[in-house]
């Protein structure tokens, strides 16, 4: 449900965001909810289809002649590819406001069963994934001394559970160089976030579901499901606040937690595990 109050504000007005993996999931909740309050957004995403269904919920959603909605379809680990293509877009309508970064997959399986180029699928979509825009879009932001750019990491980009031992590293990553831009971007004015949402019901979790270990579904499951709208919510409203770290639903108490009892905390874990492999008919 999207607030009455912030859409009678439209606090977006005249703003204009770039939401890389914005034609799915949150990414899409997104950028209909930055739609809705006043703004104009360019989504990229590889699948013409997805983009092609988004742009047309979008564009019925503009409140004014004003707005746009803009589609580019490409993979955002392709920097030459990429560049132009996000250099047509600004050349035509201004340089963005925002860059919303929500690329991104999971893949869980048991460690045994993954190869060295499952690792580096995951970090190539999760993390250049999201690095490659913010390198195009980096260089308007610093001419004009003001921009705000924001990364999607994951729970699992502060905590661990088994079978996300291919995606927690880039998750982890991310937050990495979400701090240090942070750090080094406040000279120019630069604000940046990222968010950490918990298991959302998207299109990418029903994937991730099929193969999922099933220790790592019981888990999962003992934790609350988010919709992709909920997550937008807040997401927007952070933004609005300029908060550095995003933290929809169990994820705030999850990073508490893990920060003040991080041993108390992996112990919880542990024996959620040790119950799961029970339930499973395994030993641990």
């Known amino acids: 449900m999207v607030n009455e109050e912030l859409i009678a504000q439209q606090p977006f007005k005249g703003k204009f965001a770039i939401i890389p993996g914005g034609s799915k999931g949150m990414g899409k909740a997104t950028a209909k909810l930055f739609i809705q309050l006043g703004g104009s957004i360019c989504i990229i995403a590889r699948g013409m289809d997805a983009l092609n269904k988004t742009h047309e919920e979008c564009y019925k ?18 920097m030459d590819k990429l560049k132009p293509l996000i250099t047509d ?10 860059l919303f970064n929500f690329v991104g997959y999971a893949y869980a399986q048991y460690l045994e069963q993954l190869t060295l180029e499952d690792f580096k699928r995951n970090m190539d979509i999760n993390y250049y994934g999201q690095l490659v825009p913010t390198l195009v879009v980096l260089p308007y932001f610093l001419e004009g001394k ?3 750019v924001t990364f999607t990491s994951s729970v699992m980009g502060f905590m661990a559970i088994m079978g996300f031992t291919t995606y927690c590293p ?9 701090e240090v831009l942070r750090h080094e971007l406040l000279p120019y004015n630069i604000k940046v ?11 990418g979790l029903a994937e991730e579901n099929k193969i999922k270990p099933q220790e790592c579904k019981i888990i999962s499951g003992s934790g609350t499901l988010m919709t992709t709208e909920e997550v937008a919510n807040e997401f927007i409203q952070s933004i609005l606040e300029g908060s550095f770290e995003i933290l929809p639903g169990e994820a705030a108490i999850q990073i508490k ?11 919880v874990l542990d024996r959620l595990y040790k119950r799961a492999r029970r339930k499973t008919g395994r030993k641990i």
Do not use: W
């Not at 880039?170 to 979400?178: E, I, P, R, T």
């Open 61 to 78: 959603l503009k409140l004014e002649e004003s707005q746009f909605v803009e589609i580019i379809s490409c993979d955002t680990t392709d």
């Open 89 to 98: 877009v600004i050349n035509k309508h201004k340089v963005p406001d925002y």
């Open 146 to 148: 003001q921009g705000y």
């Open 170 to 178: 880039s998750k982890y990553a991310l937050f990495g160089l979400a």
């Open 193 to 203: 976030s990222i968010l950490f949402p918990v298991d959302t019901d998207t299109p």
């Open 257 to 267: 937690d893990m920060r003040a009892n991080p041993d108390d905390m992996r112990g």
